[in-house]
């Protein structure tokens, strides 16, 4: 009895614990972006890579560059299927200037780094994704909440069908 009872402390004063820790941290908020973080996505699965290197490309102004794509463990499969993207799952797209070295394209300076993170409750605007992008040298993100869909989202929507993303996982 005296063990349960103590058991039975024990918890109450544990729940109590992790409920006043959730109270003082602030819920994140619908649609804020820009408190996401670049992850360390250099372990994570290696979906594709693509050189936009000619301005025919319509990307090219934009994307111009050598840039690879990751995928992290929680949506390694959707990436092979074409979704739809549990949530807990993270892209990367990272892209570099591509330096032509004596007929070779090689990875010069790190231009941008772009993620999206699925959180369907936090992000119902903008198809289940966060979407971000950081300054290389900064760390820091460069979208505003307001910007988001402009910026990423819309050009995004066109992959409605995949859970708005484009890239396949290259086997
Ligand atoms: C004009 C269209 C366009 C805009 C705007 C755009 N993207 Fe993309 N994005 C693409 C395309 C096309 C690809 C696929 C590239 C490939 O297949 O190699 C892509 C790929 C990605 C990926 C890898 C997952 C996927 O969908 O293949 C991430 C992450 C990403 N973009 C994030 C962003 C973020 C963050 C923004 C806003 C800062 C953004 N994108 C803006 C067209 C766009």
New binding site residues.
């Given amino acids: 009895m005296m063990r349960i009872g103590s058991f039975i402390f024990l918890f109450a004063i544990v729940a109590g614990v992790a409920l006043a820790v959730q109270g003082q941290r602030p819920a994140a908020a619908r649609g804020d972006v820009e408190s996401l973080t670049l992850p360390d996505y250099r372990n994570w699965t290696h979906v ?1 890579s ?1 050189v936009i290197f000619d301005e025919k490309h319509p ?1 090219f102004a934009s994307f111009g560059g050598i ?1 690879h ?1 990751y995928v992290n463990a929680i949506g390694r499969r959707a990436s092979e299927t074409g979704g739809p993207f549990p949530d807990g799952s993270q ?3 990272v892209l570099y200037e591509h330096v032509n070295e004596q007929g070779a394209y090689v990875a010069g300076k790190k231009k941008v780094e ?3 993170v699925k959180d369907r409750q936090r992000f119902p605007e903008t198809g289940g994704w966060g ?3 950081f300054d290389p040298q900064t760390r820091r993100p460069l ?1 505003k909440n307001a910007d988001v869909k402009s ?2 989202f819309d ?2 929507a066109a ?1 409605k069908d995949n859970d708005y ?3 396949r996982l290259v086997q």
């Fill in positions: 594709k693509m990307l840039h794509i892209l990367v797209f772009a993620i999206m979407f971000q992008a979208i910026a990423c050009c995004h992959q993303v484009f890239s």
